[in-house]
């Protein structure tokens, strides 16, 4: 098991910068898969990027080249670097560890792009 604690959202004009963070309760260098997930009212929680034990990265079309999934295995940290922010990025953003089939879950953290 692990849990899970974001941080890092707030409220950012367009065209601006937010970096989340994603601390882990347990080492993550042996977990396969982890990643950034979001959700807005009345839609389904969506990919956002993941990253592998060997960070191997993979992105969603909408935010290619312009967000960054990192992790630091000492620190037991996954960041979320978010570049030339849009409004319809505006969601919450989930942190998520896949072990084995299980799947686990941060609280969320909210993230508002608006001028």
């Known amino acids: 098991q692990v849990q899970l604690v974001e941080s890092g959202g707030g409220l950012v004009q367009p065209g601006g910068s937010l970096r989340l963070s994603c601390a882990a309760s347990?080492?993550?260098?042996?977990?396969?898969?982890m990643g950034w997930y979001r959700q807005t009212p009345g839609k389904q929680r969506e990919l956002v990027a993941l990253?592998?034990?060997?960070?191997?990265?993979n992105y969603a079309d909408p935010v290619k080249g312009r967000f960054t999934i990192s992790k630091d295995n000492a620190k037991n940290t996954v960041y979320l670097q978010m570049d030339s922010l849009k409004p319809e990025d505006t969601a919450v953003y989930y942190c998520?560890?896949?072990?084995?089939?299980?799947?686990?879950w941060g609280q969320g953290t909210q993230v508002t792009v608006s001028s």
């Open positions: 990253i592998t034990n060997r960070s191997r990265t």
């Open positions: 347990r080492s993550i260098f042996s977990l396969y898969l």
């Open positions: 998520n560890a896949a072990i084995g089939i299980e799947m686990y």
